[in-house]
């Protein structure tokens, strides 16, 4: 074998090697022949941060950065982060002596490196966090047997891991977590591998199975993560035979049982985390695992109360068991823990008083704890009242829905986030707030608060979020509040304010706010007189507007109606300084204004019409149409991404598509508006996106759609950077979204009469789920806006650059034909990874796919570097064949969308392939009948 690589590697070197001195392959020289091995190494990867310092003047490479030597001989090259691409070169192994090789956080897309078989010595290999992909070879036993270390997590790895994976006798640390490993995994070849110390199966989409009995034999384990993989029943006893375990990890399964008794007594377990799982019954009262340092056992079902042993263990920094089923109190020594700086039990049923009744919360809030940073213990029974002062190390409290009361304690300096709602809190909010200016989220809503708001409050510079409603603050707004600039959400409803709203809010970038049934007076800032706020001053009987600004149900202030307005202020000035002769012009100018005025009135009278059962409100989703939600701009207007609606009532995310101001529509245009709209609001197709209402004002018009959770095919092909995407999407993931796509578009060819055009297909149209099933977004709505009558949105009818077809533009009237067009461009785009536009030299994708194809005929080349794993070439290239045929320049020979899916169906291996679907299938009702 190594002679082999030899030639080969010979071979491809040639031209540069034979330039040295002496002929390589005599190997007289080690030293020399890996300087030059290193020297084509960085040719080959080109130059990155670490390699630009390597070069061939700087003689001795055992200098260079990222590169090891032991007598002379390179044994280690590490180079983590150096955004590699290139595959990993046979030549790597002729630097004989090389035991430890690290290429993390690389860009490395190709399978599995079996290149590095013929690294006879490596010992330790990490190519951890890269995009290395498909399935693990059978033979990876290959790899020198001297393995102690093998690294392949987070990456895109898929299939089974296979059973040689077990047969490195001397493996210590084997990582496989965070990729897509799937099936069963080789428990019996793992279990063999008795001096592992480190395993890590993490996060991978295994067959749900339970935790291997054998895994008992693995007796030097240390670190043993398992969490999101798909684990069932009880954790089993043999384990307990992992003596040595200091950090056990099995979170996000789906385990059942109680939590076995020797965890709570291990001897030198740290960390311990079972989170997100099934556990039921008690916790093992007698706690003897003094070494913990951190435990999370939260969102299980365990019952009973909290052990008293948890007391004794004095190293804990953490401790969460919130979402359980725990009840009684807080064991008193808890709070004395010296390291304790991390305690969440909320959502359980726990209860009991604060001193004198029970020594607890004493030492809780108490100087010992000076580590104590975060409580949060919100949503349980907890009663008494708090000490005056906090200790100064709290960042973090949260007591919401308990039963405490008294007053406010003075709060702690670090003070970040102060969480008190819903509790029997009284007395005055304390006017010495200096000692917590970093504050920045701050609730004291649904308590007893009295007096007024302290004009110190505006110290609290770094003030996010005030809440106090529901309490009965009086008094008048401090005008120091203008000054917050930080604050986005305030929130003083419900209260007994009064006097006006000082100016100054005007300065204030608000999200949310909320003044609505107080007692206060006078003009709503004039920042604040928009639909954004129309929920924000309800109640208030003495509050009004200015006259060019009507919000709804508020009186317009009267004294000041003209003097605020700067328009009519400017016309005065004009009346007086030019006098009479402009009388005539100033009129004209009065009654374009007095226009004006009613076309905005009108616009603040929303009507929405529904399309399916709504869980939120017109105002829900106005309130939502500010800046922090916008996600983007097409031609056609402006998208947001809003909340509405209440959880608990179903709210849920919507879609929000404003389309730019339309100018004034006349009664018909507006009719035949809501026509359009009508019918697209009825159509009921799986992959076609919910519109889920329409709302309409003489200036704008909103149409509400589902949310697509997971953008657009077009940002997952061509930003997945941006987005954050972990790896390309894979062939069958492709696949599936381009017959989704059909089926929507087919439905709306062939089974609406007339039929739909889309008009817009491309890839930024095609929206994801959470399981990346597809569905068309937008569907007529060009065609809305050309029969809006809105000819400055012309261009939004004309497609898009790249996926227009050659005759649109041309010809007045297009048909269905031009949508195929546009999906054989989508195709091309899931099949090349380019995008639609880039053509290079032949102007657009279509037209190069069409070159490509002539020229050159079907080759690997064609495809996106994700796909090119051999198992799914020629589906691949029969679809790219499909691709270029809808994409042909006549309309009549491109084939109909009904052809096109059932094409695209033959290769779906996955389910019912090839088979229609009824939403298909000529006699189903006709939902979209046009009149
Ligand atoms: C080569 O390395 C030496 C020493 O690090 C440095 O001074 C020199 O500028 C480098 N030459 C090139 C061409 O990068
Ligand atoms: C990779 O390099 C970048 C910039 O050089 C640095 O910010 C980042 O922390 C590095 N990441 C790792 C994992 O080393
Ligand atoms: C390098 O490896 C060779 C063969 O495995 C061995 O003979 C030689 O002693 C090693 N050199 C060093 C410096 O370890
Ligand atoms: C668990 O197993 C099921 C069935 O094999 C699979 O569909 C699912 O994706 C797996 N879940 C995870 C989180 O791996
Ligand atoms: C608690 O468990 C330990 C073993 O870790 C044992 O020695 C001790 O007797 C037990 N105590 C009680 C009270 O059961
Ligand atoms: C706690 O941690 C210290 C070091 O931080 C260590 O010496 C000690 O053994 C640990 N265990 C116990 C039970 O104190």
């Not at 002379?72 to 290139?86: E, M, R, W, Y």
């Not at 063999?192 to 007796?219: C, I, K, Q, S, W």
């Not at 823990?337 to 809030?365: A, C, H, Q, V, Y």
């Not at 029969?787 to 010809?811: C, K, L, N, Q, V």
Request: a neutral charge; one cysteine or more; charged letters at 15%.
């Amino acid at each position: 074998m190594a002679n082999k690589w030899y030639v080969s590697f010979f071979l491809l070197f040639m031209i540069p090697f034979s330039l040295l001195p002496k002929s390589y392959a005599q190997s007289t020289n080690q030293s020399n022949d890996e300087h030059q091995i290193l020297l084509e190494l960085k040719k080959h990867w080109g130059s990155s941060p670490a390699l630009g310092r390597w070069n061939s003047t700087s003689a001795a490479h055992c200098n260079w950065q990222g590169i090891t030597c032991t007598n002379g001989a390179v044994t280690g090259i590490s180079l983590p982060n150096q955004t590699f691409v290139k595959p990993i070169p046979p030549s790597i192994c002729l630097l004989k002596n090389l035991t430890r090789l690290d290429l993390s956080y690389n860009n490395f897309s190709t399978s599995f490196p079996t290149v590095l078989y013929n690294c006879s010595n490596l010992k330790y290999l990490d190519l951890s966090n890269n995009a290395f992909a498909g399935q693990l070879p059978s033979d990876l036993n290959h790899l020198s047997a001297l393995f102690k270390h093998l690294n392949l997590s987070s990456n895109s790895f898929t299939g089974k891991i296979p059973p040689s994976i077990g047969w490195f006798p001397r493996l210590k640390s084997l990582l496989l977590d965070s990729n897509q490993f799937d099936g069963s995994y080789p428990a019996q070849n793992i279990s063999n591998l008795v001096d592992l110390e480190v395993l890590t199966l993490a996060h991978n989409p295994f067959m749900p199975a339970p935790v291997p009995v054998e895994f008992g034999r693995l007796t030097r384990l240390t670190f043993l993560w398992l969490s999101n993989m798909n684990i069932t029943d009880e954790i089993p006893e043999s384990l307990s035979s992992l003596i040595d375990l200091n950090l056990l990890d099995f979170s996000s399964n789906n385990i059942q049982g109680k939590i076995p008794t020797w965890i709570w007594q291990h001897k030198k377990l740290q960390y311990l985390y079972l989170y997100d799982n099934r556990f039921t019954g008690e916790i093992e009262p007698n706690v003897t695992a003094l070494n913990m340092v951190e435990i999370d056992v939260s969102s299980n079902e365990l019952t009973g109360t909290i052990p008293d042993g948890f007391g004794k263990l004095t190293n804990l920094t953490l401790l969460f068991l919130y979402f359980n089923k725990l009840n009684g109190s807080i064991p008193p020594s808890i709070g004395l823990l010296p390291k304790l700086t991390d305690i969440r039990l909320f959502n359980n049923m726990l209860s009991g008083s604060l001193p004198p009744e029970l020594e607890f919360p004493k030492s809780l809030w108490s100087v010992v704890t000076n580590q104590l940073s975060t409580v949060m213990i919100q949503n349980n029974s907890f009663s008494g009242t708090f000490p005056k002062q906090l200790p100064w190390n709290f960042t973090r409290l949260d007591i919401s829905n308990n039963r405490f009361s008294g007053p406010i304690p003075t709060l702690a300096g670090k003070m970040k986030i102060f969480i008190a709602a819903n509790n029997f809190l009284s007395g005055e909010i304390p006017w010495d707030l200096t000692g917590i200016s970093q504050v920045t989220e701050f609730d004291l809503s649904r308590n007893q608060i009295s007096g007024s708001l302290p004009m110190t409050i505006g110290v609290l510079a770094r003030l996010n979020a005030l809440n106090l409603s529901g309490n009965q603050i009086s008094g008048n707004i401090p005008a120091v509040f203008g000054f917050m600039t930080v604050l986005t959400i305030l929130d003083l409803s419900l209260n007994k304010l009064s006097g006006d709203i000082p100016k100054d809010f005007n300065n204030l970038k608000l999200n949310f706010l909320n003044l609505s049934m107080n007692q206060l007076t006078g003009e709503i800032p004039i920042s604040l007189q928009n639909e954004a706020y129309e929920q924000s001053f309800l109640f208030n009987p003495g509050l009004c507007v200015s006259t060019n600004n009507l919000l709804h149900n508020l009186p317009i202030c009267r004294a000041r109606t003209n003097v605020n307005n700067d328009v009519s202020r400017r016309l005065i000035a004009l009346f007086s300084s030019v006098g009479s002769i402009m009388l005539l012009g100033s009129a004209v100018l009065g009654i374009m204004l007095l226009r004006k005025k009613k076309h905005k009135q009108d616009h603040l009278s929303w009507k929405l019409t529904p399309f399916h059962i709504l869980h939120f409100t017109a105002n829900d989703i106005l309130s939502g149409l500010c800046e922090q939600n916008w996600i983007g701009s097409g031609r056609s207007g402006k998208v947001y991404r809003v909340y509405a609606g209440d959880r608990a009532s179903g709210g849920r995310m919507v879609a929000v598509k404003k389309i730019w101001n339309t100018p004034n529509l006349d009664d018909k245009l507006e009719k035949d508006f809501l026509a359009e709209v009508q019918i697209l609001g009825e159509i009921r197709h799986t992959n076609i996106v919910k519109l889920l209402c329409c709302m309409s004002s003489s200036g704008a018009k909103l149409l509400v759609y589902e949310y697509m959770e997971n953008g657009s095919l077009h940002q997952w092909l061509h930003q997945r950077e941006r987005i954050g995407a972990p790896a390309p999407l894979d062939w069958p993931k492709r696949l599936q979204i381009a017959i989704d796509s059909a089926r929507g578009l087919c439905y709306m060819h062939h089974d609406c009469s007339p039929p739909i055009v889309h008009r817009d297909v491309k890839s930024a149209n095609i929206l994801l789920d959470p399981n990346f099933r597809a569905k068309m977004a937008d569907f007529g709505l060009a065609r809305i806006l050309l029969r809006a009558g809105d000819s400055e949105s012309f261009s939004a009818i004309a497609g898009t650059f790249g996926y227009m077809a050659p005759e649109y533009g041309h010809r007045l009237k297009v048909n269905e034909k031009i949508d195929v067009y546009s999906f054989g461009v989508v195709l091309l785009e899931l099949i090349t990874g380019r995008v639609a536009n880039d053509g290079g030299e032949y102007y657009c994708l279509a037209q190069w796919a069409w070159r490509q194809y002539k020229e050159y005929g079907l080759s690997v080349d064609l495809l996106d570097e994700g796909i090119r794993d051999l198992t799914h070439v020629e589906d691949v290239l029969a679809v790219f064949t499909l691709a270029v045929i809808c994409t042909g320049g006549q309309p009549s020979a491109r084939p109909s969308m009904k052809d096109v899916l059932r094409v695209l169906l033959q290769f779906d291996r996955t389910s019912n392939g090839g088979i229609l679907q009824d939403d298909i299938s000529d006699e189903t009702a006709l939902s979209c009948i046009i009149d």
